[in-house]
C-alpha cells in the first residue's frame, strides 16, 4: 500500500516560516491535501488538491508538490499555528485513503 | 454551515458490536459521498471506510474490511458505521467527513468508541 512520509516535529519562531515535508513515491502525480488538528479537536482542512486553500484559511498557508515531495509552507508562524499537520492522499491502485503520520509544529 | 454530528460511542467489550451514526446538515446530503476516520489515542489518522452519495458503492480499509459495515439513510441525512467482532485496537474517536473529489472538507466532532473488558 502507498505510504506517507512526514517527519515527527517541526520546531519555528513566531514569524519565520515552517516548512513541513510529505514524501511518497511518485508523489507528485497525486493530489495532496493537508489537515490542520488542534489538541482536542477534529482536523481542519487547510490545503487541497497541492496547493489550493479553503475559503477562511489564510494565506500565510501554501503547498507544493513535485517529484517525490510535497510541502506545506506556513509563513508569518503565530502562536495559535501550533497543531498536528497531516498530509493525505488518494490511492488509486487500492482504491484507499491514505493519511502521514502527521507533523507536530511547535511555536518556539 | 455544514453540520456534523456522532452519536453511538462507548465502551464495549471485545468481541462486542456497536453501531455509530452521524447526523449531517447545512448541505444537500443525498448528493455527498461520507467518510468514517479515525484516531487511536494520540496516534494519528486512519480512514476508515467510504460511502457513494446514493449508497451503492461502498469501501473499506483493510483492518476493518469484514467487520464493519458503512451505511446510510438518505431520508433521515444520516450516516451509519457498523462495528462488529470489535477488538483492542479498534479504540479510537471515531469521525464522520464529508468526500470532495478524494479529500475530506467537514469533519464532525468525532465520538469515542472504547473497546476494553
Known amino acids: 500500500s502507498y505510504v506517507l512520509t512526514q517527519p515527527p516535529s517541526v520546531s519555528v519562531a513566531p514569524g519565520k516560516t515552517a516548512t513541513i515535508t510529505c514524501g511518497g513515491n511518485n508523489i507528485g502525480f497525486k493530489r495532496v491535501h493537508w489537515y490542520q488538528q488542534k489538541p482536542g479537536q477534529a482536523p481542519v482542512l487547510v490545503v487541497y488538491d497541492d496547493s489550493d486553500r479553503p475559503s477562511g484559511i489564510p494565506e500565510r498557508f501554501s503547498g507544493s508538490n513535485s517529484g517525490n515531495t510535497a510541502t506545506l509552507t506556513i509563513s508569518w508562524v503565530e502562536a495559535g499555528d501550533e497543531a498536528d499537520y497531516y498530509c493525505q492522499v488518494w490511492d488509486s491502485t487500492s482504491d484507499h485513503y491514505v493519511f502521514g503520520a502527521g507533523t507536530k509544529v511547535t511555536v518556539l | 454551515q455544514v453540520q456534523l454530528v456522532e452519536s453511538g460511542g462507548g465502551v464495549v467489550q471485545p468481541g462486542g458490536s456497536l453501531r455509530l451514526s452521524c447526523a449531517a446538515s447545512?448541505?444537500?446530503?443525498?448528493?455527498?459521498?461520507m467518510h468514517w476516520v479515525r484516531q487511536a489515542p494520540g496516534e494519528g489518522l486512519e480512514w476508515v471506510a467510504l460511502?457513494?452519495?446514493?449508497?451503492?458503492?461502498?469501501f473499506y480499509a483493510d483492518s476493518v474490511k469484514g467487520r464493519f459495515t458503512i451505511s446510510r439513510d438518505n431520508s433521515k441525512n444520516t450516516l451509519y458505521l457498523q462495528l462488529n467482532s470489535l477488538r483492542a485496537e479498534d479504540t479510537a474517536v471515531y469521525y464522520c467527513?464529508?468526500?470532495?473529489?478524494?479529500?475530506?472538507?467537514?469533519w464532525g466532532r468525532g465520538m469515542l468508541v472504547t473497546v476494553s473488558s
Open positions: 447545512g448541505f444537500t446530503f443525498s448528493s455527498c459521498a
Open positions: 467527513a464529508t468526500d470532495s473529489q478524494r479529500y475530506f472538507d467537514s
Open positions: 460511502i457513494s452519495y446514493d449508497g451503492i458503492n461502498k
